[in-house]
Protein backbone atom coordinates (compact mmCIF):
# COMPACT_ATOMS: atom_id res chain seq x y z
CA UNK A 1 0.00 0.00 0.00
CA UNK A 2 1.29 3.24 -1.01
CA UNK A 3 0.10 6.57 1.48
CA UNK A 4 0.32 9.87 0.65
CA UNK A 5 -0.09 12.65 3.80
CA UNK A 6 -0.73 16.09 3.25
CA UNK A 7 -2.51 19.32 5.07
CA UNK A 8 0.37 20.32 6.89
CA UNK A 9 1.03 23.83 6.85
CA UNK A 10 1.87 26.79 9.32
CA UNK A 11 -0.54 27.76 12.20
CA UNK A 12 -0.81 29.99 15.08
CA UNK A 13 -0.89 28.88 18.86
CA UNK A 14 -4.18 27.52 19.51
CA UNK A 15 -5.23 27.02 16.35
CA UNK A 16 -6.34 24.07 13.88
CA UNK A 17 -5.22 21.63 11.27
CA UNK A 18 -6.67 18.45 9.85
CA UNK A 19 -3.98 16.21 8.19
CA UNK A 20 -5.01 13.26 5.64
CA UNK A 21 -3.75 10.15 4.41
CA UNK A 22 -4.64 8.78 0.58
CA UNK A 23 -3.72 5.15 0.69
CA UNK A 24 -3.82 3.06 -2.53
CA UNK A 25 -3.30 -0.35 -3.28
CA UNK A 26 -4.50 -3.13 -1.30
CA UNK A 27 -7.33 -3.06 1.16
CA UNK A 28 -7.58 0.07 2.98
CA UNK A 29 -10.07 -1.31 5.48
CA UNK A 30 -7.51 -4.15 6.46
CA UNK A 31 -4.85 -2.13 7.87
CA UNK A 32 -4.72 -0.61 11.16
CA UNK A 33 -3.67 3.45 10.15
CA UNK A 34 -1.48 5.47 12.71
CA UNK A 35 -0.31 8.80 12.72
CA UNK A 36 3.25 9.80 14.26
CA UNK A 37 5.37 12.84 14.63
CA UNK A 38 9.45 13.62 14.46
CA UNK A 39 11.07 16.62 15.70
CA UNK A 40 14.33 18.22 14.86
CA UNK A 41 16.65 15.99 16.57
CA UNK A 42 14.61 13.93 18.49
CA UNK A 43 13.22 10.37 17.61
CA UNK A 44 9.93 9.60 15.93
CA UNK A 45 6.80 9.27 18.38
CA UNK A 46 3.57 7.88 18.07
CA UNK A 47 0.53 10.26 18.06
CA UNK A 48 -2.45 8.45 17.48
CA UNK A 49 -4.23 5.12 15.73
CA UNK A 50 -7.41 3.76 14.66
CA UNK A 51 -8.12 0.00 14.29
CA UNK A 52 -9.43 -1.57 11.39
CA UNK A 53 -13.29 -0.76 12.15
CA UNK A 54 -12.32 2.38 13.16
CA UNK A 55 -14.38 1.65 16.38
CA UNK A 56 -11.43 1.59 18.53
CA UNK A 57 -8.96 4.80 18.89
CA UNK A 58 -6.01 5.77 21.02
CA UNK A 59 -3.78 8.95 21.46
CA UNK A 60 -0.41 9.53 23.15
CA UNK A 61 -1.32 11.61 25.98
CA UNK A 62 0.65 14.62 24.97
CA UNK A 63 -2.24 15.35 22.43
CA UNK A 64 -5.19 13.05 24.27
CA UNK A 65 -8.41 15.84 24.58
CA UNK A 66 -6.90 18.19 21.59
CA UNK A 67 -6.68 15.77 18.55
CA UNK A 68 -8.73 13.12 17.14
CA UNK A 69 -7.87 10.38 14.82
CA UNK A 70 -10.78 9.55 12.57
CA UNK A 71 -10.69 7.00 8.98
CA UNK A 72 -13.17 7.22 6.19
CA UNK A 73 -12.72 3.58 4.21
CA UNK A 74 -14.39 4.60 1.53
CA UNK A 75 -11.99 7.32 0.69
CA UNK A 76 -9.14 5.05 1.77
CA UNK A 77 -8.18 7.74 3.83
CA UNK A 78 -7.20 8.47 7.56
CA UNK A 79 -7.45 12.20 9.19
CA UNK A 80 -5.92 13.87 11.86
CA UNK A 81 -7.97 16.50 13.06
CA UNK A 82 -5.62 18.93 15.36
CA UNK A 83 -6.58 20.77 17.96
CA UNK A 84 -5.17 23.93 20.61
CA UNK A 85 -2.11 23.45 18.78
CA UNK A 86 1.11 24.18 20.93
CA UNK A 87 4.58 24.73 19.98
CA UNK A 88 5.49 21.20 21.26
CA UNK A 89 3.35 19.74 18.65
CA UNK A 90 5.04 21.38 15.36
CA UNK A 91 7.02 18.47 13.65
CA UNK A 92 7.11 16.44 10.90
CA UNK A 93 4.01 14.62 10.75
CA UNK A 94 3.40 10.47 8.66
CA UNK A 95 1.02 8.35 8.98
CA UNK A 96 1.34 4.56 8.32
CA UNK A 97 -0.48 1.11 7.86
CA UNK A 98 0.08 -1.92 9.80
CA UNK A 99 -1.81 -5.49 10.00
CA UNK A 100 -2.08 -5.19 13.75
CA UNK A 101 -0.60 -5.59 17.25
CA UNK A 102 0.19 -2.82 19.68
CA UNK A 103 -0.75 -0.03 18.34
CA UNK A 104 1.61 2.28 19.98
CA UNK A 105 4.59 0.37 18.87
CA UNK A 106 6.59 1.77 15.75
CA UNK A 107 7.87 -1.32 14.54
CA UNK A 108 4.41 -2.58 14.09
CA UNK A 109 3.84 -0.19 10.82
CA UNK A 110 4.56 -1.65 7.90
CA UNK A 111 4.00 0.71 5.29
CA UNK A 112 4.50 4.97 5.61
CA UNK A 113 3.88 8.25 3.84
CA UNK A 114 6.21 10.88 3.16
CA UNK A 115 5.47 13.32 6.18
CA UNK A 116 3.65 16.47 6.19
CA UNK A 117 5.44 19.92 8.03
CA UNK A 118 2.95 21.46 10.99
CA UNK A 119 5.05 24.16 11.98
CA UNK A 120 3.42 26.29 15.17
CA UNK A 121 4.24 29.79 15.58
CA UNK A 122 3.59 31.54 18.99
Known amino acids: VQLQASGGGLVQTGGSLRLSCVASGRAFSSYVMGWFRQAPGKEREFVAA????????YYAYSVKGRFTISRDDAKNTVYLQMNSLKSEDMAVYYC????????????????WGQGTLVTVSS
Open 50 to 57: ISRSGSNT
Open 96 to 111: AAGAGGRLSNIKMYDY
